[in-house]
Structures are given as structure tokens and as C-alpha cells.
């Protein structure tokens, strides 16, 4: 069902006329709601909860950014994931930029009293295009490693609709081997 909103939520945004994009900008906030859904062998947690991001170029094309995810997960669990990372981008075409990524990522989660944590390193690579004036898409292939857990490597969809020429409606896919988020958010462009 949640993906049946985003689809539909996507598909809408599409349809409403926007701004057109003239080259694609890597510093931005984004704020997002987060839906989050864990399936590990017998055992299924979902949780709902909120996420903040930023990133900022630091010269031609590179940038540095980080962010923050807190969310309440069933049985009273409490998770929070903060995230370091530094990319590399280089454009194709007018439209298509290359992306890669490196970054540190630390995850805690916590039930009453106790609490337990890891972290660990990621490196993702992918495109980011534009399908229209005013409509986005990044497609990635992203692998975490962490310390005291297991790596995992997944798929990571980014939509973004232009509203305005520096505000945009976003959303966000993380399919991986045992979790999946999905994010709709306000993307910031300074």
C-alpha cells in the first residue's frame, strides 16, 4: 500500500506544470517523513519516524553532506541512523550526471534501558537524470558494511518534482536485502 501512495503521489507530481531545471545542484536540506520496515528471518518491525539531510559542494564536483534518521519502531524500539559521506559527480550529457559515494554510517537502537549500536562504511555509485523540466530521478546501487552486523547491498530511487526553481517535492526508495524505506519530503536547493 505504501508504495501504491508513492507511485500515485509520483505520478501526480509529474502531471502539475514546474520549473525548468538548468544544470543539476548538489547543495540542498531535505526534510523528510520516513517509513521504515525490517524483515529479518521470522521477525518483522515497522517503524515511522522523520529525517533530515544536507549536502554542500566543495568544488567542481565533489560535495560533503550527512544525515540524521530517528524513528519509533513496534514493541517501544527507538532507532536512530547518522550517516558522514562525501561524493563525486561528473556529467555525461547536459541531463545526466555519474554519482559515487563514500561515507560512515552509525546506527543505534534502543528499547527501554537497553541499548545497542554499530557502525560501519558505504559506497554507493549511479546516475542522476532529468526526465523533464521540473522532474528528477537518481538510481543507485548502494553497499553497507558494518562492523558487528552483516553487509547488505541495495537499490536506492530518489524522485524529485520542482515546484520552484530552488524547492522541490521529494521521495525516496531504499530496498535492501532485510529493510526498506520509503521517504516523501522538501528538498532545499541553495
Same mark, same amino acid.
Given at each position: 500500500?505504501?508504495?501504491?501512495?508513492?507511485?500515485?503521489?509520483?505520478?501526480?507530481?509529474?502531471? &502539475?506544470?514546474?520549473?525548468?531545471?538548468?544544470?543539476?545542484?548538489?547543495?540542498? #536540506?531535505?526534510?523528510?517523513? /520516513?517509513?521504515?520496515?525490517?524483515? #529479518?528471518?521470522? #521477525? +518483522?518491525?515497522?517503524?515511522?519516524?522523520?529525517? #533530515?539531510?544536507?549536502?554542500?559542494?566543495?568544488?567542481?564536483?565533489?560535495?560533503?553532506?550527512?544525515?540524521?534518521?530517528?524513528?519509533?519502531?513496534?514493541?517501544?524500539?527507538?532507532?536512530?541512523?547518522?550517516?558522514?559521506?562525501?561524493?563525486?559527480?561528473?556529467?555525461?550529457?547536459?541531463? &545526466?550526471?555519474?554519482?559515487?559515494?563514500?561515507?560512515?554510517?552509525?546506527?543505534? /537502537?534502543?528499547?527501554?534501558?537497553? +541499548?545497542?549500536?554499530?557502525?560501519?562504511?558505504?559506497?554507493?555509485?549511479?546516475?542522476?537524470?532529468? &526526465?523533464?523540466?521540473?522532474?528528477?530521478?537518481?538510481?543507485?546501487? !548502494?553497499?553497507?558494511?558494518?562492523?558487528?552486523?552483516?553487509?547488505?547491498?541495495?537499490?536506492?530511487?530518489?524522485?524529485?518534482?520542482?515546484?520552484?526553481?530552488?524547492?522541490?517535492?521529494?521521495?525516496?526508495?531504499?530496498?535492501?536485502?532485510?529493510?526498506?524505506?520509503?521517504?516523501?519530503?522538501?528538498?532545499? !536547493?541553495?
Amino acid at each position: 500500500m505504501k508504495r501504491s501512495i508513492l507511485c500515485a503521489t509520483a505520478a501526480a507530481l509529474i502531471a &502539475l506544470p514546474g520549473v525548468s531545471l538548468a544544470e543539476f545542484n548538489y547543495t540542498h #536540506v531535505d526534510i523528510s517523513l /520516513v517509513d521504515i520496515e525490517f524483515d #529479518v528471518g521470522p #521477525v +518483522s518491525v515497522d517503524g515511522d519516524g522523520f529525517a #533530515v539531510s544536507g549536502a554542500f559542494t566543495v568544488a567542481d564536483s565533489f560535495f560533503v553532506g550527512g544525515s540524521y534518521h530517528d524513528a519509533d519502531f513496534d514493541f517501544s524500539i527507538d532507532g536512530e541512523i547518522t550517516r558522514i559521506f562525501g561524493g563525486y559527480f561528473h556529467p555525461i550529457r547536459d541531463d &545526466l550526471d555519474f554519482i559515487a559515494t563514500f561515507g560512515f554510517i552509525d546506527a543505534e /537502537v534502543g528499547i527501554g534501558p537497553f +541499548s545497542a549500536g554499530d557502525d560501519g562504511l558505504t559506497l554507493g555509485g549511479g546516475v542522476r537524470v532529468a &526526465l523533464a523540466d521540473s522532474v528528477e530521478l537518481d538510481a543507485m546501487i !548502494e553497499y553497507i558494511d558494518l562492523d558487528r552486523g552483516s553487509s547488505d547491498t541495495g537499490a536506492v530511487v530518489r524522485g524529485r518534482y520542482y515546484f520552484a526553481d530552488t524547492i522541490a517535492v521529494s521521495g525516496q526508495i531504499d530496498l535492501g536485502k532485510d529493510i526498506e524505506t520509503f521517504r516523501i519530503g522538501v528538498r532545499f !536547493e541553495f
